[in-house]
């Protein structure tokens, strides 16, 4: 090494900050600079605490009580309303419910999602104007949904019967709404119209983030559609694919008022769900210990999926956003 470059190195060197005066900046900046991130989170922190955290722990408090919604809760019995869940054959039927209806999005409404959204990122005439019309339905509130197809599916008055009637189908027809045996699958159906369109969406973003260049190499490779579809397409839409499905459960879990609209639980509890039993007890019947019970439940059931998911499913994909936040650093 030259004297000239010796010389240049111990500068360098002197120019660094020692570790006792690493931080340059002021103490009423340092302080400041602290403060900062406080005074933006604190706001948001008051507002969870006010609107999200302390309803759930009253509504835990007023569980352990036979209240009525008048006055203060005062008959303490303990877990009773709980134990009342595991006996109530209403209740276990709505968790039946949320079940089938968990099934139903992720077999068949997720899936026609996806297949409308593959064929709508093609090069279509007109592409534009077919994913507004798919997605106004989600546009549209659950009140107004729900008065829509109470008429389509009138029995014998409705658009669907006089529909089938006219192309000679009369039995396909019938209760709809009013069956305990249809009335499931015509409400999933009704969710299908209203939702898919909102997954159709999310499906499109995630198709329209994979490169091009990766389809066209395949494709010069010999890869047919299906093999391009399988083994490109599908594994980086994963991400999508699995949020999706975390939003489908959890809606099924707290769905209410696509329901009370139309059914409010019936025929005889064969359409009720969670949120809607819930309602029953504490707005109809005056039962708010026991719908406060009902409310945790959900609470938990919601928690616990959510925790699930997040550790086995999600986990690959938070784990890898990071690390590429932390590369473009």
Known sequence: MTSIQTRDVRRDIAK????????????MR?????????????????????????????????SFFNWGGIGSPSDFV?????????????????????????????????????????????????????????????VLSEVITGVLFSMIFQPDAGLADKALGAIGLDGLGGLWFAGQGSVLPTLFLVMTWKYFGFHMML??????????????????????????????????????????IF???IGAIQLFD????????????????????????????YQVGYASAISIAMFLISLFFALFYQRFVLRRDTEGALTNMRASR
């Open 16 to 27: 660094e900050p020692s570790g006792a005066s690493a931080d340059p900046r002021p103490p």
């Open 30 to 62: 340092r302080l400041r600079d602290w403060l900062t991130p406080f005074g933006f989170t604190v706001p948001a922190l008051v507002l969870f605490c006010l609107l999200v955290l302390t309803p759930i722990l009253y509504a835990l408090y007023v």
């Open 78 to 138: 303990g877990l009773d309303n709980f134990i009342r869940l595991l006996d109530d054959p209403v209740f276990l039927g709505d968790l039946s419910h949320g079940g089938m209806l968990v099934a139903f999005s992720l077999v068949l409404q997720l899936p026609f999602a996806l297949a409308m959204a593959v064929l709508l990122n093609q090069k279509l005439r007109g592409r534009a104007v077919y994913r507004m019309l798919f997605f106004a339905p989600y």
């Open 203 to 244: 499906y499109l973003a995630g198709l329209q983030g994979i490169p091009a260049e990766l389809h066209e190499a395949a494709r010069l490779d010999g890869a047919g559609a299906w093999q391009r579809f399988r083994h490109i397409t599908l594994p980086l839409l994963g991400p999508t694919i699995r949020m999706t």
């Open 247 to 249: 939003l489908s459960v």
């Open 258 to 285: 696509l329901v009370w609209v139309v059914t409010q639980g019936g025929p005889d509890h064969h359409s009720e769900t969670m949120a809607v039993t819930m309602f029953q007890f504490g707005f109809k019947r």
